[in-house]
């Protein structure tokens, strides 16, 4: 593995940039980077003691920052040290500029301000932890998406995620012999989408999560054939009510709530076209 050194330079958290880099670093196998994250860079002392650091450990230098003066300082000293810093975000507000026919505000870190969307995604959070695993099945109206499954297909980690895209989830869990709540019957707000999952797939899961809690395997809860009929019966509920189903056996957390944003996406623009 070789390794390198990363830099990632930003006035505000540094999120966008750690994500870009995952995403681009992912694409190249043999490679292991070693994150400096300097974040909330604001002032010239601050950026002083950034160029400090990345001549004590040259490497990749990547950055958003929106105040000119900031950038220049980083530019030059990179220069200085016979390396090139990265705009991360420049292709994209150019681009924007261009569409909208405006220049940007250069305020930095104006994603994280404590606004009506920031509150919103605290709100849909809120409403998620409070209606994990079926509870609170009274005012499922007020859902956006509720996701519906049999144990362990992901719906927890699923909910989250998209809640922090500002979307009210609840979850309820498909389990053998336990009708499902009948406050599910008539819903018209909410997106309802079946999750599914391929048996072996689902007996490892459960097998590998009993062994960590330290029960035994040897139940209706892992068995394979039991599992597979589980999924079966949970497959003939979504179907009968009609729910759009996603298979998890092969997709990231990322990529399910990416599939079910879509699907709620569309959905929205069916209703307003109604």
Request: hydrophobic share 40%; with cysteine; net charge negative.
């Amino acid at each position: 593995m070789q390794r390198f050194h990363l830099h990632l330079v930003s006035d505000a958290t540094g999120e966008t940039l750690s994500s870009v880099a995952k995403a681009a670093l992912v694409q190249f196998e043999g490679f292991d980077a070693m994150e400096h994250m300097h974040a909330m860079v604001r002032s010239a002392k601050q950026m002083e003691l950034v160029l400090s650091a990345i001549q004590r450990t040259p490497g990749l230098v990547l950055f958003t920052l929106v105040d000119r003066e900031l950038r220049t300082q980083l530019e030059e000293g990179c220069l200085g040290l016979g390396l090139l810093p990265i705009p991360v975000l420049d292709t994209v507000m150019n681009a924007f500029g261009h569409f909208l026919g405006a220049e940007s505000r250069g305020r930095p870190g104006q994603q994280h301000e404590m606004n009506a969307e920031y509150f919103g995604r605290i709100e849909a959070m809120n409403f998620t932890m409070a209606h994990d695993d079926g509870l609170r099945t009274d005012d499922l109206h007020q859902a956006d998406i509720i996701l519906v499954g049999v144990s362990r297909t992901s719906k927890t980690p699923t909910g989250i995620y998209l809640a922090n895209r500002g979307l009210k989830v609840a979850n309820i869990p498909v389990v053998p012999g336990v009708p499902l709540p009948a406050e599910l019957e008539g819903l018209k707000n909410p997106l309802i989408v079946g999750l599914t999952v391929s048996p072996d797939r689902l007996v490892h899961i459960r097998r590998t999560r009993m062994r960590a809690l330290s029960e035994a395997e040897d139940t209706a809860y892992a068995d394979p054939e039991a599992v597979a009929e589980e999924i079966t019966a949970a497959r003939r509920v979504y179907l009968k009510r009609g729910w759009p189903i996603i298979d998890v056996t092969r997709r990231s957390i990322e990529e399910t709530a990416a599939a079910i944003y879509s699907l709620y996406q569309r959905r929205q623009e069916e209703m307003a076209g109604a």
